[in-house]
């Protein structure tokens, strides 16, 4: 069983939307559905792709404004931690004070938890709390690569301050939970290119500090 993953730019906040999805089984689920849910849903009628789930890594409007549009169209279930629940209800005054178009509060079927594994088609990915961006962010660790969504980016790392951030935290936060994982594996950020664990490990100025001992 393969699977595959498309990222899709999207919005005004150029957000990575990640559908993941089983080649053999041709289901899948959408990471961070942020913005153009049409887009995002005509990707998947593209591709031939059942939806099955909705992953966020965080709560933030740019990584969860189409997630109720996306979750009535598909019928999928909707996944979040369960301490960013509140940015999902401040989401209608984030679209105000941005300028932008009103959009639902989604619905959230189920919390997720630290250390469980979620599926996707086939294949198993373990959920890591990485609070530091918001106070429940997660990162996604399949095999090959993990979704990061603001927690770690090519050079830097998320910002922390907005409501419920904290820079200590989430240095931590990506010193246990992320520079643990293997310097091959590829890391999908919420924004902008892709890199590595290696990569950041070596050059992100921002975590010279906090190298984890292997």
């Not at 990471?31 to 998947?44: N, Q, S």
């Not at 031939?48 to 404004?65: C, K, M, Q, R, S």
């Not at 619905?107 to 530091?132: C, F, N, S, W, Y």
Request: proline content about 6%; glycine content about 12%.
């Amino acid at each position: 069983m393969t699977l595959k993953v498309e990222t899709i730019v999207n919005g005004p906040f150029q957000e990575n939307c990640y559908l993941v999805h089983d080649d053999e089984t041709r289901t899948g689920a959408f990471f961070d559905p942020g913005w153009e849910a049409e887009r995002l849903l005509r990707t998947a009628s593209f591709l031939e792709i059942t939806v099955e789930g909705i992953f966020n890594t965080h709560g933030h409007i740019d990584h969860a404004g189409a997630v109720a549009e996306v979750a009535e169209a598909t019928g999928a279930p909707f996944a979040i931690h369960p301490e960013d629940r509140f940015l999902l209800d401040q989401m209608p005054g984030q679209a105000r004070m941005f300028g932008l178009p009103s959009m639902g509060v989604p619905q959230v079927d189920r919390d997720l938890v630290a250390g469980e594994e979620i599926m996707v088609g086939g294949h198993a990915a373990k959920v890591i709390h990485t609070p530091g961006h918001t106070p429940g962010g997660v990162c996604f660790l399949f095999d090959g690569f993990v979704i990061v969504g603001d927690t770690l980016f090519q050079g830097s790392i998320g910002r922390t301050d907005l409501p419920g951030g904290s820079t200590e935290q989430l240095l931590l936060s990506i010193r246990d939970g992320l520079l643990t994982l293997d310097d091959d594996l590829r890391v999908l950020c919420g924004h902008g290119p892709a890199t590595t664990i290696g990569s950041e490990r070596r050059y992100n100025p921002f975590l010279r500090t906090v190298q984890h001992s292997r």
